[in-house]
């Protein structure tokens, strides 16, 4: 019996882990979607490249300073209990591989090729496994700190602010660092929009990361006995609270409704375990507006270029994530409780400031060294031929 329990623990997780590989192809589409025709491309390229090299720098560096754990061993070792310790760095891969696939949407269309997959082997060996074994090794006493100061540790369950609010932060420094689009503002201070090449692919996009992100939270028990049909609803919840918010703050702007089940879901990872589902409908909903007010505040007054919006739908709902599990969380407002909202408010401000820092550390020293920008004309061809000698259009619609 206890074999056979290790063996669906084993088949549970690798589902998991199989949903959130899938997640990757949305993450591509939505870039694809998003980006103009002369870069679709790259984008594609980017993100099964990044989703290798992440596979290789957690495989032989992330895993043990996030957890210790190495696979210098025989693989007779490393079947033991059907595999089990190996399926689960698969299914904590896929997680650090998103650290990438979220910045690649923010530098999109000007950033050179290698440069990024040597920013990839940094973060993913060494800047993201060591916040992701202080929150979920206790690496550093650092739980343990929190408990003892605020009387709980911090919670993310499946990753808001570990995962996602770290990626947008990262990807922060990236897109600073590289400056805005070749055209996109005029020196009189106008903008000029760069308009999404294709509606129904960027849709695609988020419903394969929307349909995935299912496995990214229920799975985040990581054993069956652990699986929880609350962190299914309110999955669900967050998800459609962030879809109708970002209707009507997005006045019924498509880029906005698909991106608002995103955000949703960024935001509910934290307390997907502990909410009440009418918690997390708010906790989504609350993603969902803040998503746009904060994507139109950046792009239209702050000029910062973020392609996608990787910074307001990872890293800004990211952080409301991990900061309302300590609201409706608690049992007062009809959650589990187990949770302290001081906690909560310090662990996530340390996530998001080691990953800012983390992130202007990586690129200003890619930018010093070898340089982060296409050129020019390398831009105004566009990624797909400067760097892949290839266009996935006609070469009358590529350069639109």
Same mark, same amino acid.
């Given at each position: ?10 088949f ?13 192809? +949305? ?9 103009? @025709? ?7 390229v980017k993100?099964?490249?990044d989703?290798?090299? @992440? ?9 043990? $300073? ?5 696979? #210098?061993?025989?693989?007779?070792? /490393? ?11 698969f ?15 923010g530098i ?26 202080? $929150? ?7 739980q ?29 420094g ?10 996109r ?41 652990g699986?929880s ?10 998800m459609?609270g ?6 009507i ?22 307390g ?16 969902g507006? /803040? ?17 996608? +919006?990787v ?17 409706f ?8 409780? +187990?949770?302290?909202?001081?906690s909560q ?7 998001v400031?080691?990953?800012? /820092?983390?992130?202007?550390? $990586? #690129?200003?020293? /890619? ?23 290839? @266009? ?8 639109k």
């Open positions: 019996m206890q074999s056979t329990n290790i063996g669906v623990d084993v549970f997780l690798l589902i998991g882990a199989a949903m959130v590989l899938a997640m990757h192809a +949305g993450f591509a589409f939505l870039e694809v979607g998003t980006v103009r @025709s002369k870069n679709q491309v790259n984008a594609l993100i099964i490249t989703f290798s090299v @992440s596979t290789l720098a957690y495989f032989f560096v992330g895993y043990s $300073v996030a957890y210790g754990i190495s696979f #210098y061993s025989s693989a007779e070792v /490393l079947s033991a209990d059907n595999g089990y310790e190996l399926v689960k760095f299914f904590l891969l896929t997680f650090a591989a998103a650290i990438p696939a979220i910045i690649s949407g999109a269309e000007r950033a050179r090729f290698y440069p990024q997959l040597v920013a990839t082997a940094l973060l993913v060996a060494l800047v993201y496994p060591f916040f992701e074994g202080m $929150v979920w090794n206790n690496n550093f006493g650092f343990s700190w929190l408990e003892q100061v605020f009387g709980a540790p911090f919670h993310d369950f499946a990753g808001s602010v570990v995962v996602h609010g770290v990626g947008g932060w990262l990807a922060l990236a897109v600073l660092l590289l400056g805005p689009r070749r055209g503002y005029g020196r009189d201070g106008r903008m000029f929009s760069h308009p999404p090449s294709s509606i129904p692919f960027l849709a695609l996009g988020a419903w394969v990361l929307t349909v995935g992100w299912f496995g990214f939270n229920v799975m985040s028990a990581q054993k069956v006995e699986i049909g609350l962190v299914a609803l309110n999955s669900l919840m967050a459609v962030g879809t109708l918010a970002a209707l703050a997005g006045k019924n702007d498509p880029g906005f409704i698909h991106n608002g089940p995103l955000a949703g879901l960024v935001a509910v990872c934290a997907s375990d502990l909410m009440h589902p009418i918690g997390a409908l708010a906790v989504g909903g609350i993603a507006a /803040l998503f746009v007010w904060m994507f139109t505040l950046t792009q239209n007054r702050l000029k910062i270029d973020d392609v996608l +919006g910074w307001p739908l990872h890293g800004l709902c990211g952080a409301w994530g991990g900061i309302g599990a300590g609201i969380g608690l049992e007062a407002l009809g959650g589990m409780g +187990g949770v302290s909202f001081l408010l310090m662990g996530t401000l340390i996530g400031s080691f990953a800012a /820092l983390g992130g202007f550390s $990586v #690129y200003g020293l /890619l930018k010093l060294t070898v340089g982060l920008r296409l050129n020019d004309e390398q831009e105004f061809d566009g990624a797909d031929l400067s760097i892949h000698r290839i @266009s996935a259009t006609t070469p009358y619609e590529t350069l």
